[in-house]
């Protein structure tokens, strides 16, 4: 059916039947929006895409190892550390194209929760810890994917930071965290970009889920961020639908037989449920699908070559190059080398899950530092198998062998598939033992020794004294492989910076007392302390700080400048800086601004990044790099006026090359409002514990307004919110738990060697009740379902009747 060319949406919803509109708030299927023939109305396809379009080959159910090939990109933690506004555009436009020539209408991403831990099972799909880098490289990756007619969905608002019970935890934060933090990294990019839609996630925050939190959904995001798009939840992330619909969430995924569509037209006969409200939730559907049509009915062509190429661009620039001691690097062809690890040959490109992409091609490093040689094949041994964990000793004097006798070593270690995956979360940030045996052996015979990492998030390195060179290549996409060999032998100068602080260990992480939480809930106790707020504030060593990131070349910082000594709080500032190529190379440097509020009344990390600019210099070459600061640039989250509010007093103007590298300073007068310290603010600056990053129960209780409990379920207590894994009380919630998780599995088509099978098999344990609506194929009705939860819930006689008149 070809869409109308005139498609006049208030004259389509006067002609919609009731039924007709409560049809289109929610899936036809896994991944399409209803059509409605008659009127003109498509069927949008939407699919998951951060760093692709990963279309499924068959629309019913989930089939994520199942993808038509696409240009598989760097994932987000890469991209983000290129700092690099005009690439990520690039790659938003890129996977844009792709996306219209696969009609798909939109792309599930960005993702921009922010990394709290770097135990997080989904870090790879994320951009930093930082709100400001975060929301700036969605911002721009937005503009890129929409440039090209396709939507994008900002995704998963809000403060969905770990996978552990993802789709029913409670997130506690307090509201300068909330606001100062999470929300800011959807902020800018949605103000800035503007996204066709924004997805919400499955948590509750402070109590109310995601999905049906008027506060998130239309207080803050429509009100007061002024966004005008459609909302839609995460698959299966609906709790209570006519809630949902009361709070903004317009539509919702996926298609679950329209299990909902009877108590939709039943609260609206109630007078539950407002005609407006469903109407204007039906009006942003059908903006969303007018805003679609041109990209549906002149979908396009792309050159897959073209993209590979741009895939490349981007993991060189998003790779940081750690250590480079004694100029090991780069390497010279002719060099006598030897290449050790697995990943050489068979790479780590990507993380498991819903992202998982089917790559148009597949470069190795491997293949690519043979061509520095005219094809002649390198020594080379794995040293391990790609998803061992304990070591290898035969693989491991294999490679001994080899690093014997060549005058350097290129070795590829990291985290194999299956240590990270959606929907789980790691355990620790330790490298595999085989990996960790292989380099000590490796290191012991020949100590000049390139390190390639291949990980989506952080990961300890006890190691790292030990060897000369360490090149962070994340995970690099399909063309990540001759990206690294362009790194090694200089053909690219690296010019990644760390989006993510690397800390020593776990334990020094602010968030591990109180990471993922009971299966209830879990508390931010550490605030707005997140990452190098927290490390650079109370002078905590760390292995490798926020920002960080060597070149090939040496960069001079001079001359810096503000526009004015003293200004109004709401007025703007201009501060500009000389930077200079003094190397021999060309290369680029990411110049980064930081503000430092010299006395605050409110608590306030000692820092925090304000600005960024990436340059490109030739040797020698000289640029001005300008920043503007505005009135956020100096603010803080005040709760109690529920307003950004400005302290007057000093602040400091910081310009570094790092969080830890500041080169140059400059104070400024902002003239704001006098504050006095309140009671509270007292006894919050009492009970902060900076050295072990957290507040007391009593302060944090104090910071979020309220006495939190965790409160377990009570046998009798079930919902349609609990998880399978709590329905262990009663023999026949055990029995329902065990069939319906093999009910659920039955629809998920996967390897069952692969590391999404893990994934599945966590989800299926953890998932609520509800969404057996989404995987039971309609076997199963949301009056079968609520009949079912009667008897479990030991009301065996209501349950029978009500199961009776539901056959």
Same mark, same amino acid.
């Given at each position: 059916?070809?869409?109308?060319?005139?498609?006049?949406?208030?004259?389509?919803?006067?002609?919609?039947?009731?039924?007709?509109?409560?049809?289109?708030?929610? @899936?036809?299927?896994?991944?399409?929006?209803?059509?409605?023939?008659?009127?003109?109305?498509?069927?949008?396809?939407?699919?998951?895409?951060?760093?692709?379009?990963?279309?499924?080959?068959?629309?019913?159910?989930?089939?994520?190892?199942?993808?038509?090939?696409?240009?598989?990109?760097?994932?987000?933690?890469?991209?983000?550390?290129?700092?690099?506004?005009?690439?990520?555009?690039?790659?938003?436009?890129?996977?844009?194209?792709?996306?219209?020539?696969?009609?798909?209408?939109?792309?599930?991403?960005?993702?921009?929760?922010?990394?709290?831990?770097?135990?997080?099972?989904?870090?790879?799909?994320?951009?930093?810890?930082?709100?400001?880098?975060?929301?700036? +490289?969605?911002?721009?990756?937005?503009?890129?994917?929409?440039?090209?007619?396709?939507?994008?969905?900002?995704?998963?608002?809000?403060?969905?930071?770990?996978?552990?019970?993802? +789709?029913?935890?409670?997130?506690?934060?307090? /509201?300068?965290?909330?606001? *100062?933090?999470?929300?800011?990294?959807?902020?800018?990019?949605?103000?800035?970009?503007?996204?066709?839609?924004?997805?919400?996630?499955?948590?509750?925050?402070?109590?109310?889920?995601?999905?049906?939190?008027?506060?998130?959904?239309?207080?803050?995001?429509?009100?007061?961020?002024?966004?005008?798009?459609?909302?839609?939840?995460?698959?299966?992330?609906?709790?209570?639908?006519?809630?949902?619909?009361?709070?903004?969430?317009?539509?919702?995924?996926?298609? %679950?037989?329209?299990?909902?569509?009877?108590?939709?037209?039943?609260?609206?006969?109630?007078?539950?449920?407002?005609?407006?409200?469903?109407?204007?939730?039906?009006?942003?559907?059908?903006?969303?699908?007018?805003?679609?049509?041109?990209?549906?009915?002149?979908?396009?062509?792309?050159?897959?070559?073209?993209?590979?190429?741009?895939?490349?661009?981007?993991?060189?620039? @998003?790779?940081?190059?750690?250590?480079?001691?004694?100029?090991?690097?780069?390497?010279?062809? @002719?060099?006598?080398?030897?290449?050790?690890?697995?990943?050489?040959?068979?790479?780590?490109?990507?993380?498991?899950?819903?992202?998982?992409?089917?790559?148009?091609?597949?470069?190795?490093?491997?293949?690519?530092?043979?061509?520095?040689?005219?094809?002649?094949?390198?020594?080379?041994?794995?040293?391990?198998?790609?998803?061992?964990?304990?070591?290898?000793?035969?693989?491991?004097?294999?490679?001994?062998?080899?690093?014997?006798?060549?005058?350097?070593?290129?070795?590829?270690?990291?985290?194999?598939?299956?240590?990270?995956?959606?929907?789980?979360?790691?355990?620790?940030?330790?490298?595999?033992?085989?990996?960790?045996?292989?380099?000590?052996?490796?290191?012991?015979?020949?100590?000049?020794?390139?390190?390639?990492?291949?990980?989506?998030?952080?990961? *300890?390195?006890?190691?790292?004294?030990?060897?000369?060179?360490?090149?962070?290549?994340?995970?690099?996409?399909?063309?990540?492989?001759?990206?690294?060999?362009?790194?090694?032998?200089?053909?690219?100068?690296?010019?990644?910076?760390?989006?993510?602080?690397?800390?020593?260990?776990?334990?020094?992480?602010?968030?591990?007392?109180?990471?993922?939480?009971?299966?209830?809930?879990?508390?931010?106790?550490?605030?707005?302390?997140?990452?190098?707020?927290?490390?650079?504030?109370?002078?905590?060593?760390?292995?490798?700080?926020?920002?960080?990131?060597?070149?090939?070349?040496?960069?001079?910082?001079? %001359?810096?400048?503000?526009?004015?000594?003293?200004?109004?709080?709401?007025?703007?500032?201009?501060?500009?800086?000389?930077?200079?190529?003094? @190397?021999?190379?060309?290369?680029?440097?990411?110049?980064?601004?930081?503000?430092?509020?010299?006395?605050?009344?409110?608590?306030?990390?000692?820092?925090?990044?304000?600005?960024?600019?990436?340059?490109?210099?030739?040797?020698?070459?000289?640029?001005?790099?300008?920043?503007?600061?505005?009135?956020?640039?100096?603010?803080?989250?005040?709760?109690?006026?529920?307003?950004?509010?400005? /302290?007057?007093?000093?602040?400091?103007?910081?310009?570094?090359?790092?969080?830890?590298?500041?080169?140059?300073?400059?104070?400024?007068?902002?003239?704001? *409002?006098?504050?006095?310290?309140?009671?509270?603010?007292?006894?919050?600056?009492?009970?902060?514990?900076?050295?072990?990053?957290?507040?007391?129960?009593?302060?944090?209780?104090?910071?979020?307004?309220?006495?939190?409990?965790?409160?377990?379920?009570?046998?009798?207590?079930?919902?349609?919110?609990?998880?399978?894994?709590?329905?262990?009380?009663?023999?026949?919630?055990?029995?329902?738990?065990?069939?319906?998780?093999?009910?659920?599995?039955?629809?998920?088509?996967?390897?069952?060697?692969?590391?999404?099978?893990?994934?599945?098999?966590?989800?299926?344990?953890?998932?609520?009740?509800?969404?057996?609506?989404?995987?039971?194929?309609?076997?199963?009705?949301?009056?079968?379902?609520?009949?079912?939860?009667?008897?479990?819930?030991?009301?065996?006689?209501?349950?029978?009747?009500?199961?009776?008149? %539901?056959?």
């Amino acid at each position: 059916m070809q869409p109308q060319v005139y498609f006049d949406v208030p004259h389509i919803i006067r002609q919609l039947t009731i039924d007709e509109k409560i049809a289109l708030l929610s @899936g036809f299927n896994f991944w399409q929006t209803p059509a409605i023939e008659r009127l003109g109305i498509p069927s949008l396809f939407i699919t998951d895409g951060p760093h692709g379009v990963r279309k499924q080959k068959q629309t019913g159910g989930v089939m994520l190892d199942n993808a038509e090939p696409a240009t598989c990109f760097p994932t987000a933690s890469a991209l983000a550390s290129s700092w690099d506004r005009d690439l990520m555009q690039a790659v938003g436009a890129a996977i844009g194209i792709e996306a219209r020539a696969k009609q798909v209408s939109v792309l599930l991403g960005p993702g921009v929760n922010i990394k709290r831990s770097p135990l997080g099972g989904r870090n790879f799909e994320y951009y930093s810890e930082d709100p400001l880098l975060s929301s700036q +490289m969605a911002a721009a990756f937005i503009q890129g994917v929409q440039s090209k007619g396709v939507g994008a969905s900002i995704k998963h608002f809000a403060a969905n930071n770990q996978e552990f019970r993802r +789709m029913t935890i409670d997130t506690i934060v307090d /509201e300068r965290a909330l606001r *100062e933090i999470y929300l800011a990294s959807f902020e800018t990019a949605v103000k800035a970009a503007s996204p066709w839609t924004v997805m919400s996630a499955y948590n509750a925050v402070n109590g109310t889920p995601c999905s049906q939190n008027k506060r998130l959904l239309n207080d803050i995001l429509r009100n007061e961020w002024g966004f005008n798009g459609l909302v839609v939840s995460d698959w299966g992330g609906v709790y209570q639908r006519v809630p949902a619909l009361q709070a903004g969430n317009d539509l919702e995924m996926p298609g %679950n037989n329209g299990a909902h569509n009877s108590v939709v037209k039943q609260a609206l006969a109630q007078g539950e449920l407002s005609s407006a409200t469903l109407d204007r939730s039906v009006e942003r559907i059908l903006h969303l699908i007018k805003a679609a049509l041109p990209a549906l009915q002149q979908p396009t062509k792309y050159d897959a070559k073209v993209h590979h190429e741009l895939a490349r661009k981007a993991a060189a620039s @998003g790779a940081v190059l750690l250590k480079n001691d004694d100029n090991l690097l780069p390497l010279t062809a @002719g060099q006598s080398i030897g290449v050790i690890g697995a990943f050489a040959k068979k790479p780590r490109y990507q993380g498991a899950g819903s992202s998982l992409m089917a790559p148009s091609r597949l470069n190795t490093a491997y293949a690519g530092i043979c061509m520095r040689y005219n094809g002649k094949k390198i020594p080379y041994a794995p040293g391990y198998g790609v998803r061992d964990h304990q070591p290898n000793e035969t693989l491991i004097v294999d490679a001994i062998k080899i690093a014997r006798r060549v005058e350097t070593v290129v070795l590829f270690i990291g985290l194999p598939d299956i240590y990270e995956t959606e929907g789980v979360d790691r355990p620790h940030m330790r490298l595999p033992d085989a990996h960790i045996a292989l380099l000590n052996a490796v290191v012991a015979v020949n100590p000049r020794v390139v390190v390639v990492l291949s990980n989506g998030a952080p990961v *300890e390195m006890p190691w790292h004294d030990v060897v000369p060179a360490i090149l962070e290549g994340y995970l690099g996409g399909q063309a990540g492989g001759r990206a690294t060999a362009d790194l090694l032998f200089g053909d690219e100068n690296p010019s990644g910076k760390l989006a993510e602080t690397f800390p020593v260990s776990w334990s020094d992480h602010p968030a591990s007392a109180y990471f993922p939480g009971s299966p209830q809930m879990v508390e931010y106790r550490e605030s707005i302390y997140v990452g190098y707020r927290y490390y650079n504030t109370v002078a905590e060593e760390v292995l490798f700080p926020f920002g960080h990131g060597l070149s090939y070349t040496t960069f001079a910082y001079s %001359n810096l400048q503000l526009s004015a000594s003293k200004i109004m709080a709401n007025e703007p500032l201009m501060a500009t800086v000389t930077i200079t190529n003094t @190397g021999s190379r060309a290369g680029a440097e990411v110049v980064q601004l930081y503000v430092r509020d010299v006395e605050s009344t409110p608590f306030r990390p000692v820092h925090e990044l304000k600005g960024f600019h990436k340059v490109w210099l030739k040797p020698k070459e000289s640029t001005t790099v300008t920043f503007t600061l505005n009135k956020r640039s100096w603010a803080f989250y005040d709760v109690n006026r529920a307003d950004w509010l400005v /302290e007057s007093g000093q602040f400091e103007v910081q310009i570094g090359a790092s969080s830890r590298d500041i080169r140059l300073r400059a104070m400024v007068d902002v003239r704001g *409002e006098t504050l006095r310290q309140s009671a509270q603010q007292s006894l919050l600056a009492d009970y902060y514990d900076l050295q072990r990053g957290n507040f007391g129960p009593g302060a944090f209780a104090v910071l979020i307004g309220q006495q939190v409990k965790a409160v377990r379920p009570r046998r009798g207590a079930y919902t349609l919110n609990t998880p399978l894994a709590d329905m262990q009380d009663s023999w026949f919630a055990r029995i329902f738990h065990d069939r319906m998780k093999r009910l659920a599995m039955n629809q998920v088509s996967i390897d069952a060697e692969s590391p999404t099978a893990i994934m599945f098999r966590t989800i299926m344990n953890e998932m609520p009740l509800r969404t057996l609506l989404m995987f039971s194929g309609g076997r199963i009705s949301l009056a079968r379902l609520e009949a079912l939860l009667l008897m479990m819930n030991g009301k065996w006689i209501r349950g029978l009747m009500a199961l009776l008149r %539901n056959r």
